[in-house]
């Protein structure tokens, strides 16, 4: 049984290619994009880890305090604050029940400043890590004749082994889209059809443009350019490069994460779901 991103796409010899990407939004409502590659564009209808937020005994919070704050202080907003010698304590510190004072760091997300999480291991705020960029798409070899890959999308992830699910795909809903990297973390197949398989996928999503690695396993994965448009909460997606076809898949997006759903002309079909990165 075929698996391939958004449908079976007739895979070519690779065409003369160098991708070039806008990350300007692609219909109304969506995030505007930029060129910039830290910028976090939006397309369509509808992270992980972190850098320490606090540090030592002085200076913690979020981070913005230049200089860092002197001990016995923690930083909010661009301000230093000197710790209580009581409990309650602010933002960036937790009490110490056993001295019943204030420490800079956290033992719980609610001690941190909005949008960062606790390390409870080392007891220090970890604001959010930006996602990594998808634009530009890597360039490909491709040069006038055909010869050469169409992009230069690297392979993250792992094989996923397919689950086989009783019942119907459940309904898209659609969302926005990010400019970003997104690995396939999982693969659910809902038909009579379903046998044991993997697949492996990674997508570098920069505007309208999406570069594609895709396979049964990592190290067989061929690279494809697509190039997508949205329509409620379905998107088509165009091969330009590597291949040929037409395909329209609903799907889910979410600020961390891309679902999508792809029929397989039985009556059952693919749901993959991918993490950004």
């Known amino acids: 049984m075929s698996h391939k991103f958004f449908g079976a796409i007739a895979i070519a010899a690779p065409l003369a290619l160098i991708v070039a990407c806008s990350g300007t939004s692609i219909r109304p409502g969506s995030d505007t994009g930029s060129t910039d590659p830290t910028a976090d564009g939006g397309h369509g209808g509808g992270t992980s880890g972190g850098d320490a937020a ?20 923690v930083c909010t907003n ?19 029940l056993s001295t019943n004072s204030c420490k800079v760091g956290c033992t719980d997300a609610s001690q941190c400043p ?4 606790c390390d409870t291991s080392t ?13 530009p798409i890597p360039a490909g070899t491709a040069v006038d004749g055909g010869v050469g890959t169409c992009n230069g999308v690297t392979p993250l992830g792992k094989d996923v082994a397919q ?16 400019d970003g990297i997104y690995v396939l973390v999982a693969t659910d197949y809902f038909g009579a059809s379903c046998s044991a398989a993997s697949f492996a996928a990674t ?75």
């Open 114 to 117: 909005a949008g960062a999480t």
């Open 78 to 96: 661009g301000t230093c604050t000197v710790l209580p010698s009581m409990c309650p304590c602010p933002t960036g510190s937790y009490c110490d």
């Open 203 to 277: 997508v570098y999503v920069c505007g309208n443009t999406w570069g594609v690695s895709e396979g049964a396993q990592v190290a067989s994965a061929a690279v494809t350019t697509r190039s997508v448009t949205f329509t409620g909460t379905s998107f088509t997606q165009a091969t330009t490069c590597g291949g040929s076809g037409n395909t329209t898949s609903p799907y889910d997006a979410t600020d961390t994460a891309l679902t999508i759903y792809t029929a397989d002309g039985t009556g059952g079909g693919f749901v993959d779901h991918y993490a950004r990165q």
């Open 123 to 135: 007891r220090t705020c970890q604001k959010p890590k930006p996602a990594l960029a998808g634009c």
């Open 163 to 178: 689950v086989c699910k009783a019942g119907t795909m459940p309904v898209a809903h659609g969302g926005v889209v990010k």
């Open 54 to 73: 606090t540090g030592g005994g002085g200076g913690g919070g979020d981070g913005s305090c230049t200089p860092a704050c002197a001990e016995g202080s």
